[in-house]
């Protein structure tokens, strides 16, 4: 079992950045690979970006590709969202999450942090 616990997100003029953080209890922290979520209030949950066990590999939708950067410290059991030019649309509770499955469908997932609420202000 891996329990996911995001921090970093906050109020934030548009154009700024910012970079939330997801710590990860256990040993096994390695051997998942990890995406992020978001979700605003009224709409559906929204997939962001997501990195495989190791790192090497990426992947983002065209919504942040370029503005938004994943990486992971295994060594810390944390994965990071680096999140420039943010934008008011980016506003929205972030979630990170655990998969054994690389680029799954978002119901397999099998861990969820709680969220840390992104707020950009126009």
């Known amino acids: 079992q891996v329990q996911l616990v995001e921090s970093g997100g906050a109020l934030v003029q548009a154009g700024g950045s910012l970079r939330l953080s997801c710590a990860a209890s256990?040993?096994?922290?390695?051997?998942?690979?990890m995406g992020w979520f978001r979700q605003a209030p009224g709409k559906e949950r929204e997939f962001v970006a997501a990195?495989?066990?190791?790192?090497?590999?990426?992947y983002y939708p065209n919504s942040v590709k370029g503005r938004f950067t994943i990486s992971r410290d295994n060594a810390k059991n944390t994965v990071y969202l680096q999140m420039n030019s943010l934008k008011p649309e980016d506003t929205a509770v972030y979630y990170c999450?655990?998969?054994?499955?690389?680029?799954?469908?978002?119901?397999?997932?099998?861990?969820w942090g709680q969220g840390t609420q992104v707020t950009v202000s126009s």
């Open positions: 999450a655990a998969s054994v499955v690389w680029l799954p469908r978002e119901n397999d997932y099998l861990y």
């Open positions: 990195i495989t066990r190791s790192g090497s590999n990426t």
């Open positions: 256990g040993r096994t922290f390695s051997t998942y690979n």
